[in-house]
């Protein structure tokens, strides 16, 4: 079990996780991995022909990626609730980077909730992705 | 416009193993590199029966459904026009490797913006693990472009 020494409060901010830059390859894996088979993240005829400029990637894969970042601040079983809205398409050879804070300390049925503000962003500093996760702290 | 009345509808409900194949598969596919999403014996140490499944995997234990995104035949939708609006996931326990996992789907909501040029379905989909215990929940919205 990961031992978590430092005291959790506001403003505490969890350690940002740098991706490297999305591939045609890493978009293949994540479809197989993740069974979301949908063509328009694997398929460039298909992309095409629904008016894109071509594949861009799962919103899941950040969401995986943000994931990431959460359990290696704390440990998954810590975790009790995990969301965020898809703000903008991640496209290929974008950077990613994950990050958050702890913005209040909540109570919740015995314990003590560290709600944390999280998000996804492009090197150019569009984010992709930006939601909330509640994570048990300071047991 | 999609048709309103399956608000309410409830799809049929399916059931998975959760393979650790498939769990580190996934987590090889994110750039994981724990070793808890690996080895179980690095799971054990760390307290977990098993492999967990990482935070948003149970959307993945959903899409092995025999049917894939059964909602789009269901409201008659065009795969290349579906974006992933927003997703949230509720834990009340943890998903490992070696559990058997029913989901059960059913459509919440469903509303327009921008005068009808996009379409919000608000689905909900639970997992159950093999003990009858509640585990995960977890709500999303598909955006469809008009």
């Avoid at chain 1, 293949?28 to 398929?43: E, K, Q, R, T, V």
């Amino acid at each position: 079990m990961s031992e978590i020494n430092t005291e959790v409060k506001v403003g505490t901010e969890i350690p940002a996780l740098e991706l490297p830059p999305i591939t045609r390859t890493t978009l293949a894996l994540f479809a197989g991995a993740s069974g979301d088979h949908n063509p328009i993240h694997i398929d460039i005829d298909f992309a095409k022909q629904a008016g894109m400029d071509d594949v861009f990637a799962h919103g899941m894969l950040s969401m995986a990626y943000l994931g990431r970042m959460l359990t290696r601040w704390q440990p998954q079983s810590k975790l009790r609730k995990f969301s965020n809205r898809f703000a903008a398409i991640t496209n290929l050879q974008d950077a990613i980077t994950c990050s958050g804070k702890v913005v209040e300390l909540l109570e919740q049925e015995g314990e003590t909730l560290a709600r944390c503000e999280i998000q996804a962003v492009k090197a150019t500093g569009e984010i992709t992705l930006v939601g909330e996760a509640l994570v048990a702290v300071n047991a | 416009m999609l048709d309103r009345s399956f608000i309410g509808h409830t799809f049929e409900p399916h059931t998975v193993e959760v393979e650790k194949g498939k769990l580190r598969f996934f987590a090889k596919a994110i750039g994981e590199t724990d070793p808890i999403y690996f080895e179980e014996s690095a799971a054990r140490d760390a307290g977990y029966r098993n492999i967990p499944a990482p935070p948003s995997y149970p959307f993945s234990i959903d899409l092995e459904a025999p049917e894939f995104l059964p909602f789009l035949q269901l409201l008659d939708m065009d795969i290349g026009r579906i974006l992933h609006g927003d997703q949230t996931f509720e834990y009340f326990g943890q998903i490992c490797a070696g559990d058997t996992i029913t989901c059960q789907a059913s459509i919440k909501d469903m509303f327009d913006k921008k005068g009808g040029a996009l379409e919000f379905v608000v689905m909900e989909v639970t997992f159950t693990n093999q003990d009858g215990e509640l585990v995960v929940r977890s709500t999303q919205s598909i955006v469809y472009r008009n």
